[in-house]
């Protein structure tokens, strides 16, 4: 089966820019203009990629850093709003809005609304995302609804964003081992594949890696 829905730990922003006597600030910045290569790449060949831009463990840095991040990530939203539409992307927030700044809310639901209609690539940004935030957000919107008697795919039609499938490849890059409570819920069966290079790093060529990977593994889902 080809890859349907890759999701990748974007990791290594800082430390990129450490290597090089910079702020952190400018390895995230090179990090967005990798984020776009690696869309275009998408493009055509993956039909829904989810990035991991911001958890919700991330708001322990320090404010500065925070503060650069939410503005980068209000201004990157809405910039990208018409190429996304050219190109036929539908850009999704995944994560908790609470905590959120306006800014960033008013640019992501702008995002959200204006690509709504585009179907070339489903983009998910988790923004403020974490893996046990999510679920619990979906047991109590589950609750809250009247939903008592819980299974597998109750449960799931209460994350966020139901009607995404579940990822079938995770990539990290930046060389750490762990899933840092990415996608918990929906990581059961997906195939997972550390990188060395940092996040501003990469670019398409990472995407031919990652998709010739993924095409050499067997995907058995606990059978034989």
Same mark, same amino acid.
């Given at each position: 089966?080809?890859?349907?829905?890759?999701?990748?730990?974007?990791?290594?922003?800082?430390?990129?820019?450490?290597?090089?006597?910079?702020?952190?600030?400018?390895?995230?910045?090179? $990090?967005?203009?990798?984020?776009?290569?690696?869309?275009?790449?998408?493009?055509?060949?993956?039909?829904?990629?989810?990035?991991?831009?911001?958890?919700?463990?991330?708001?322990?840095?320090?404010?500065?850093?925070?503060?650069?991040?939410?503005?980068?990530?209000?201004?990157?939203?809405?910039?990208?709003?018409?190429?996304?539409?050219?190109?036929?992307?539908?850009?999704?927030?995944?994560?908790?809005?609470?905590?959120?700044?306006?800014?960033?809310?008013?640019?992501?639901?702008?995002?959200?609304?204006?690509?709504?209609?585009?179907?070339?690539?489903?983009?998910?940004?988790?923004? /403020?995302?974490?893996?046990?935030?999510?679920?619990?957000?979906?047991?109590?919107?589950?609750?809250?609804?009247?939903?008592?008697?819980?299974?597998?795919?109750?449960?799931?039609?209460?994350?966020? /964003?139901?009607?995404?499938?579940?990822?079938?490849?995770?990539?990290?890059?930046?060389?750490?081992?762990?899933?840092?409570?990415?996608?918990?819920?929906?990581?059961?069966?997906?195939?997972?594949?550390?990188?060395?290079?940092?996040?501003?790093?990469?670019?398409?060529?990472?995407?031919?890696?990652?998709?010739?990977?993924?095409?050499?593994? /067997?995907?058995?889902? $606990?059978?034989?």
């Amino acid at each position: 089966m080809d890859l349907q829905h890759l999701a990748i730990i974007m990791d290594g922003n800082g430390r990129w820019a450490e290597k090089r006597g910079l702020p952190r600030s400018s390895g995230h910045l090179e $990090g967005g203009k990798a984020a776009v290569k690696v869309i275009s790449s998408c493009l055509g060949r993956i039909p829904y990629l989810t990035l991991f831009c911001f958890s919700t463990e991330n708001w322990k840095r320090p404010r500065t850093e925070v503060d650069y991040l939410m503005n980068l990530i209000a201004d990157r939203a809405i910039a990208e709003i018409p190429e996304a539409k050219e190109k036929g992307i539908r850009i999704l927030h995944l994560g908790s809005r609470e905590g959120l700044p306006e800014a960033v809310l008013k640019a992501l639901d702008k995002a959200v609304l204006e690509t709504s209609e585009c179907r070339n690539l489903t983009l998910q940004l988790a923004i /403020n995302y974490g893996g046990h935030d999510e679920i619990t957000r979906a047991v109590r919107k589950a609750y809250s609804s009247g939903q008592h008697d819980f299974s597998e795919k109750s449960i799931l039609s209460y994350l966020d /964003n139901p009607e995404v499938p579940s990822p079938d490849y995770i990539a990290r890059s930046g060389g750490e081992k762990r899933l840092s409570g990415f996608m918990l819920y929906q990581s059961s069966y997906a195939e997972i594949g550390f990188y060395d290079k940092l996040w501003p790093d990469w670019d398409g060529s990472m995407i031919d890696e990652i998709i010739r990977d993924y095409d050499s593994r /067997n995907r058995r889902f $606990g059978g034989i």
